[in-house]
């Protein structure tokens, strides 16, 4: 089982990026899956999250900037990041909490680096 996280990369301020990350392996079900980011010298954060039924929470500094979603055929959720300033810069990570064979845990993903900057 595992969460696989993709689509940082180099943007301009003011830019767009959007995140995927999709969950694979023996998966029964899948509750709330989330983005958190962790800038360097900085502790980890809550970005966004969403339920199995669709409700989202944000983070003060990126709502109506950001918007996350979910396609549970897929088991992946994406994060759709526009305007973005240079304090987004950080890596970011999705987590998910996975029914598998053994029983709800939290799983996290790789990470992957986003880069706000001229």
């Known amino acids: 089982v595992q969460l696989q996280a993709s689509g940082g990369g180099l943007v301009q301020p003011g830019g767009s990026l959007r995140l995927s990350c999709a969950a694979s392996g023996s998966i029964f079900s899948i509750n709330a899956m989330g983005w958190y980011r962790q800038a360097p010298g900085k502790q980890r954060e809550l970005v966004a999250a969403?339920?199995?039924?669709?409700?989202?929470n944000y983070a003060d500094s990126v709502k109506g900037r950001f918007t996350i979603s979910r396609d549970n055929a897929k088991n992946t959720v994406y994060l759709q990041m526009n305007s973005l300033k240079p304090e987004d810069t950080a890596v970011y990570y999705c987590?998910?909490?996975?029914?598998?064979?053994?029983?709800?845990?939290?799983?996290w993903g790789q990470g992957t680096l986003v880069t706000v900057s001229s």
């Open positions: 987590n998910a909490e996975l029914e598998v064979v053994a029983g709800m845990d939290d799983y």
């Open positions: 969403i339920t199995s039924g669709g409700s989202t």
